[in-house]
């Protein structure tokens, strides 16, 4: 069993910010790409950043998010995290941890329960 829990949403004012902390763990397995989506009301998902397990790690950002937040990660300790600066109130959504990892050959996608981020005065 994998189990993949983020953290670290809450309310904060516009200018403010956040970090939010995400780590997979259960069954053995090896990390492909950790990263962010989010989902605000009456919107579709999207991708907010994404980083790759090898090398010092590749990075991929939405271009709303670039200059302002960082995905960093940990793979010792199977985490990502997600800083936020300069929050908006178009950033508030539901924040969720994804994770593409290998459980042997097998290639899955695992999803977290999502934390709320609200920006807002």
């Known amino acids: 069993q994998v189990q993949v829990v983020e953290s670290g949403g809450g309310l904060v004012q516009p200018g403010g910010s956040l970090r939010l902390s995400c780590t997979a763990s259960?069954?053995?397995?090896?990390?492909?790409?950790m990263g962010w989506y989010r989902q605000a009301p009456g919107k579709q998902r999207e991708l907010v950043a994404t980083?790759?397990?090898?090398?010092?790690?590749?990075?991929n950002y939405a271009d709303s998010v670039k200059g302002r937040f960082t995905i960093s990660r940990d793979n010792a300790k199977n985490s990502v995290y997600l800083q936020m600066n300069s929050l908006k109130p178009e950033d508030t959504a539901v924040y969720y941890c994804y994770a593409r990892l290998f459980r042997g050959v097998v290639l899955n996608d695992y999803w977290g329960q999502g934390t709320q981020v609200t920006v807002s005065s």
């Open positions: 980083i790759t397990s090898g090398g010092g790690g590749s990075t």
């Open positions: 259960g069954s053995i397995f090896i990390i492909s790409t």
